[in-house]
Every structure is written in structure tokens, then in C-alpha cells.
């Protein structure tokens, strides 16, 4: 399994960007992704999920409305678009897959599970 970010980058309060996963490996098919973030000094924590049978997200308050996730099967490709930037968004992001389950557990919230991770993109939102 293998996942690799692009994407992130510096960007005003306010400001959009597009994350990126390309994935290998695995099929979107079989298997959980999710976009997750860690902030210096802070746990991990995830923030959109997407089940593998019928391409349900699962997302956390704090992104609700600004944040969304998408999938291309076939560019075994993962998309994390983030609107309305908040300085509190400012974070590493990381793509992951969970290699345990098919579908998406609110145990997503905490970062626990099986789940395999990319190396990471670093996203900063000047105010």
C-alpha cells in the first residue's frame, strides 16, 4: 500500500486549496479512506471519511460545510477540497486507508483503527 499527498501550501484566511492522494495498492472498492490532520502539539485527528460500497462521507463538526471529500476509481485518486480556510485548519495532512474495515466508524474521529497512512502535506493558513 502506498499513498502519496500533493497539494498543500500557504494560503490566506478565507482561501481554498485542493488536496490530493494518489493511492496504490488497494481498491477504493474494498476498503475505508479518509483525509486526516495533526496540528503541532495536538493528537491526530481525522476529518472526512469515505465508505467503500457506496461512497458515504463521514465528517467531523469542526469542518462541517467548508470541507469535502471525493474519490476517482480510476486514478486510484483521492481528493480532499477545503473552502472558507480557517488559521485553526492549519495542520499536516495526511490521506489514509483502513485496512480493516469497509466502512466508516466514528473511532475515525480519534485516528484509531487499521489504518495505513501517507507521508503527509503541510497545510498553513495565514490570518
Known amino acids: 500500500v502506498q499513498l502519496v499527498e500533493s497539494g498543500g501550501g500557504l494560503v490566506q484566511d478565507g482561501g481554498s486549496l485542493r488536496l490530493s492522494c494518489a493511492a496504490s495498492?488497494?481498491?477504493?472498492?474494498?476498503?475505508?479512506i479518509g483525509w486526516f490532520r495533526q496540528a503541532p502539539g495536538k493528537e491526530r485527528e481525522g476529518v472526512l471519511c469515505m465508505s467503500a460500497y457506496d461512497g458515504s462521507t463521514y465528517d467531523v463538526e469542526s469542518v462541517r460545510g467548508r470541507f469535502t471529500m471525493s474519490r476517482d476509481n480510476a486514478k486510484n485518486t483521492m481528493y480532499l477540497q477545503m473552502n472558507s480556510l480557517k488559521p485553526e485548519d492549519t495542520a499536516l495532512y495526511y490521506c489514509?486507508?483502513?485496512?480493516?474495515?469497509?466502512?466508516?466508524?466514528?473511532?475515525?474521529?480519534?485516528?484509531?483503527?487499521?489504518?495505513?497512512w501517507g507521508q503527509g502535506t503541510q497545510v498553513t493558513v495565514s490570518s
Open positions: 489514509a486507508v483502513d485496512l480493516e474495515d469497509e466502512w466508516c466508524r466514528e473511532t475515525f474521529e480519534s485516528a484509531r483503527g487499521g489504518w495505513s
Open positions: 495498492g488497494f481498491s477504493f472498492d474494498d476498503y475505508a
